[in-house]
């Protein structure tokens, strides 16, 4: 293998990367081959896509740098995959104050699903993409029929490629410090999702610790407290609820399950000598032996309520909390 191979089997997958004034000064046609070779199953609509938005986003950048000078240095990245997914966001401008996530669509008006596919990517850099826990990242929608700038919806700034250059400079309102490093950005360890359920207990397993979920327990704090006063009311007016948690893969929604079956908190809901109140239930027979033996191991003293949901009429390969 050779040190380019080396170097690009450690990054993460992308059409493109330059600083600004490369980008804007390639050819048009380089950086379609790029993305054409580097995704080689994209399909005649996507190709015709970047046709047509490249160019805009190439003008745009360029009256970023020809508005200040200090832009030259900064980054930008097409068709960026986030790294274990298939995911791809149009673009990634990497600023001196924070990150820019460009979703462009071939229309005049954008959709709630348009709205939502460019929170989710802004969402998923913000928790899970090491160089962005401690910087703001933008989403920006851009509606390529549209002109000037619109209303945005959901913290997603929404405008036409028109405005484009002036809503990246007013992102950027601090400029302090240097670009954020495209290396450091582009390597494939920065962006770590949470692990599956079964790569997590095989981490337990043989680690004998819970592996490093960087921000995600905080960033689940807020779904865990609101089903424990759903809980904690359902317990007081001795009704039942159900709670369905939903999220893309790797937002943590078993780990907000375990956090729940674990929660302290519960103990003061226990009414008599009715064992745990709340239990983990899985389908998957192996992982809950793994995840009760790892747990008991760490200090569980019995109080590990993770249980397989054969014959509890829980769906089988599916987390699910009971309480």
Same mark, same amino acid.
């Given at each position: 293998?050779?040190?380019?191979?080396?170097?690009?089997?450690?990054?993460?997958?992308?059409?493109?990367?330059?600083?600004?004034?490369?980008?804007?000064?390639?050819?048009?046609?380089?950086?379609?081959?790029?993305?054409?070779?580097?995704?080689?199953?994209?399909?005649?609509? !996507? @190709?015709?896509?970047?046709?047509?938005? /490249? &160019?805009? #986003?190439?003008?745009?950048? +360029? =009256?970023?740098? $020809?508005?200040?000078?200090?832009?030259?240095?900064?980054?930008?990245?097409?068709?960026?995959?986030?790294?274990?997914?298939?995911?791809?966001?149009?673009?990634?401008?990497?600023?001196?104050?924070?990150?820019?996530?460009?979703?462009?669509?071939?229309?005049?008006?954008?959709?709630?699903?348009?709205?939502?596919?460019?929170?989710?990517?802004?969402?998923?850099?913000?928790?899970?993409?090491?160089?962005?826990? !401690? @910087?703001?990242?933008?989403?920006?929608? /851009? &509606?390529? #029929?549209?002109?000037?700038? +619109? =209303?945005?919806? $959901?913290?997603?700034?929404?405008?036409?490629?028109?405005?484009?250059?002036?809503?990246?400079?007013?992102?950027?309102?601090?400029?302090?410090?240097?670009?954020?490093?495209?290396?450091?950005?582009?390597?494939?360890?920065?962006?770590?999702?949470?692990?599956?359920?079964?790569?997590?207990?095989?981490?337990?397993?043989?680690?004998?610790?819970?592996?490093?979920?960087?921000?995600?327990?905080?960033?689940?704090?807020?779904?865990?407290?609101?089903?424990?006063?759903?809980?904690?009311?359902?317990?007081?007016?001795?009704?039942?609820?159900?709670?369905?948690?939903?999220?893309?893969?790797?937002?943590?929604?078993?780990?907000?399950?375990?956090?729940?079956?674990?929660?302290?908190?519960?103990?003061?809901?226990?009414?008599?000598?009715?064992?745990?109140?709340?239990?983990?239930?899985?389908?998957?027979?192996?992982?809950?032996?793994?995840?009760?033996?790892?747990?008991?191991?760490?200090?569980?003293?019995?109080?590990?309520?993770?249980?397989?949901?054969?014959?509890?009429?829980?769906?089988?390969?599916?987390?699910?909390?009971?309480?």
């Amino acid at each position: 293998m050779t040190k380019d191979n080396r170097r690009f089997a450690s990054e993460a997958t992308r059409g493109w990367d330059s600083d600004f004034v490369q980008f804007e000064k390639t050819p048009r046609s380089r950086i379609l081959e790029r993305l054409r070779l580097t995704y080689p199953e994209s399909s005649r609509e !996507e @190709r015709r896509s970047w046709g047509d938005t /490249v &160019p805009q #986003l190439q003008q745009e950048i +360029g =009256e970023v740098v $020809r508005v200040d000078t200090h832009y030259a240095r900064c980054t930008a990245v097409l068709e960026y995959q986030l790294p274990l997914e298939s995911r791809r966001a149009d673009a990634v401008l990497l600023l001196r104050d924070g990150v820019v996530v460009i979703e462009l669509k071939g229309k005049l008006h954008p959709s709630d699903a348009d709205i939502d596919q460019a929170h989710a990517y802004a969402r998923d850099l913000r928790c899970y993409h090491r160089e962005c826990h !401690e @910087r703001p990242v933008h989403a920006v929608l /851009v &509606p390529t #029929l549209m002109r000037g700038q +619109g =209303e945005a919806e $959901r913290n997603v700034h929404v405008c036409g490629p028109d405005a484009l250059d002036a809503l990246v400079a007013s992102l950027d309102m601090r400029r302090t410090g240097p670009p954020i490093d495209a290396h450091r950005f582009l390597d494939a360890d920065a962006y770590r999702p949470l692990p599956s359920l079964i790569q997590a207990a095989r981490n337990l397993f043989l680690a004998k610790q819970p592996p490093q979920l960087w921000r995600a327990a905080a960033n689940t704090d807020d779904a865990v407290d609101h089903i424990a006063r759903i809980v904690a009311d359902a317990s007081l007016t001795r009704t039942r609820r159900l709670v369905l948690l939903a999220g893309v893969p790797g937002a943590g929604k078993t780990l907000v399950g375990m956090r729940i079956a674990h929660d302290p908190g519960l103990d003061l809901l226990k009414r008599g000598d009715r064992g745990a109140p709340a239990v983990f239930l899985s389908g998957n027979g192996p992982l809950v032996e793994v995840l009760q033996y790892v747990l008991r191991q760490a200090g569980g003293a019995g109080r590990t309520f993770v249980a397989s949901s054969a014959g509890r009429g829980v769906a089988r390969d599916r987390g699910g909390v009971a309480a």
